[in-house]
């Protein structure tokens, strides 16, 4: 497989990466529960880590880094938008749409990963990036059943 091939789908990796910080921004701005909060915060953090592991992958494959998001990506965040203020910030509400978010990215981690050849250097990276995104989609469906009315 050219390198060509591989920066391409990791570009998309990355774009999913930037839809799915900026979701969890207004994820965090529209909670009103602290323990939310500091939950999306935290995601915040892991997706920006991932975007920045996957454009040293990319640099490391004599790629170039594409900047900004979908807009698939810009569409969630609006219905994001417009499902918070219709359910006045429904915190179980919100993780649905969380979740619903996290098995798109998962996705495309499972996408990516099926590319022949990859670069052990690239697999091993994006494969602890999906393992980690799996797992948070666990908590989040636990956190639903938490705020179950």
């Known amino acids: 497989m050219s390198n060509d091939t591989i920066v391409r789908e990791l570009n998309h990796l990355l774009t999913r990466n930037y839809d799915a910080e900026k979701g969890y921004t207004i994820l965090k701005n529209e909670s009103k529960h602290p ?11 892991h997706r920006y880590h991932y975007g920045h592991q996957i454009k040293d992958l ?21 219905w994001l938008d417009i499902k918070a203020y219709a359910t006045g910030n429904d915190e179980e509400a919100l993780l649905e749409e969380v979740e619903r978010g996290e098995k798109v990215y998962l996705g495309a981690y499972d996408k990516f990963l099926e590319l022949p050849d990859l670069p052990d250097h690239v697999r091993n990276i994006i494969e602890r990036q999906r393992q ?9 469906e636990q956190l639903e059943e938490f705020f179950e009315d």
């Open 35 to 45: 323990l939310l909060r500091a939950y999306f915060q935290e995601k915040i953090a």
């Open 58 to 78: 990319i640099r490391s494959l004599d790629g170039e880094v594409d900047k900004g998001g979908s807009i698939e990506g810009g569409l969630h965040r609006t």
């Open 132 to 140: 980690s995104v799996k797992i948070t989609l666990g908590d989040v």
